[in-house]
């Protein structure tokens, strides 16, 4: 089923029954590049992850590089600042593990916002 219909029907149904709808989109077209290295560190200490496993991770992500194919041609090497490496059998474990964090960061935050406004009776 095509996204944008499922959301639509999803919006229909809560609205034919008064209720409300929370929704957040997340666009994963180019998410291995946009991995936070600072970010993932931060996710997989929270995990529990043990300080020389974080620590080679680290290292594997410091001073990679990269070039871009042109029309023209080969790009000249260039440092990165993100993302997980390519081909890396890590990649997808870190990613997940990065996104799985970023939603029980926004989880905690809306059982906040949910919390503060709304008042016992």
Same mark, same amino acid.
């Given at each position: $089923?095509?996204?944008?219909?499922?959301?639509?029907?999803?919006?229909?149904?809560? !609205? @034919?029954? @008064? !209720? %409300? &709808?929370?929704?957040?989109? #997340?666009? #994963?077209? +180019?998410?291995? =590049?946009?991995?936070?290295?600072?970010? &993932?560190?931060?996710?997989?200490?929270?995990?529990? $992850?043990?300080?020389?496993?974080? %620590? &080679?991770? !680290? =290292?594997?992500?410091?001073?990679?590089?990269? !070039?871009?194919?042109?029309?023209?041609? $080969?790009?000249?090497?260039?440092?990165?600042? +993100?993302?997980?490496?390519?081909?890396? #059998?890590?990649?997808?474990?870190?990613?997940?593990?990065?996104?799985?964090? +970023?939603? =029980?960061?926004?989880?905690?935050?809306?059982?906040? $916002? &949910?919390?503060? +406004? #709304?008042?016992?009776?």
């Amino acid at each position: $089923m095509d996204a944008i219909l499922a959301l639509r029907l999803l919006a229909e149904l809560h !609205r @034919n029954f @008064n !209720r %409300q &709808l929370h929704v957040a989109y #997340i666009g #994963i077209k +180019s998410a291995f =590049d946009s991995v936070d290295s600072v970010a &993932l560190s931060k996710v997989l200490r929270g995990y529990g $992850m043990p300080p020389f496993l974080l %620590q &080679l991770i !680290r =290292d594997l992500h410091t001073g990679t590089t990269a !070039r871009v194919r042109t029309p023209q041609g $080969m790009s000249d090497v260039f440092y990165t600042t +993100s993302g997980v490496r390519q081909g890396c #059998i890590l990649a997808p474990a870190l990613f997940a593990v990065q996104l799985i964090g +970023s939603c =029980d960061t926004v989880l905690v935050a809306l059982e906040l $916002m &949910l919390a503060t +406004s #709304i008042s016992p009776t």
